[in-house]
């Protein structure tokens, strides 16, 4: 297949190539079970976001599933910077972009069969953001919904590594979203409490004080930590602790974070306003400044930007 123009540069199997000719057989094991892993970071300005804390995240994923990438973190962290070297020019002035790596077990690999390529599949690319169908939650809130599905439990398979594996999330998504098109699935844990969503962390804020779920029961966000590093600074009291629905209808503000959101206001859960309705509350709006000092990027204006 000849490359398209604009096509992008992806990173796979040890060479840069357009996205087209990024093919893996169908035996592969990540298209056949889900086996491998991946990690998410994003761009402001074009300049990467917390590379080094997503390497470290995606090696600890890749040591929990035994996977074996068959490079340093700093060879990875090398060809992440040159392919968005490579792509970057794609993207406009106020344009950002997503930044992925992936890593599989590879080609289950059966008598007779011809590929050309075993071993680990390894994958390095960037993508554009869905900014423009996210930018109505800057405006209106995120109308958070529980499904009847539950996150995955630790003991079943870690949520703390970012695996191939998300059926779990989206199946609470599907449901959600067969209910309300804009609504945001956040799944309890097995334990009742509030855990996460598809893609995202959940903050909430009573009395002043800054709480999310215990990290054993969810991926450990890059943005979520970004976020309790900013409340620790501005001396905003901060606990983890095991949140269940009667601590999200009583709250004051609430919260989702993620790589390409970062801080996104929760407007309702289950469809209960939370706190007085005010979206951008107090502690809230103190950590979204924080983080856009932080990333030196207004990112809320760079959705709401986009709003027709
Ligand atoms: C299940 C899950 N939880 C939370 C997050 C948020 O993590 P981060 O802030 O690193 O994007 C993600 C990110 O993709 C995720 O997939």
Redesign the pocket.
Known sequence: MSKLANERIVYFNGEYVPESQALVPYRERSFLFGDGAFD??RTFKHRIFKLED?IE?FYRSMRALRLDPGMSPEEMTAITKRVVEENIHLYGGDEDCWVGQRVTRGVLKVEGDNWNHYGPTVIVECLPMPVADRAHYYRDGVPVVIPSVRRTSPDALT?RA?THN?LN?IMGDLEVRAQNPNGWAILLDRDGNLC??????IFLVRDGELLTPRENF??P????QTVIDLARELGIPFREADLDLFDGYNADEAFI????LCICPISSINGMTVGDGALYGAVTKRLIDAYAGLVDCDFVQQYLSKLQ
Do not use: D
Request: hydrophobic residues 25%.
């Open positions: 998410l970071t997503h995240r949520p970012k998300y999330l996460e969503g598809l893609g995202s962390n969810v991926l966000g890059v943005s979520r974070t993620s790589t390409s």
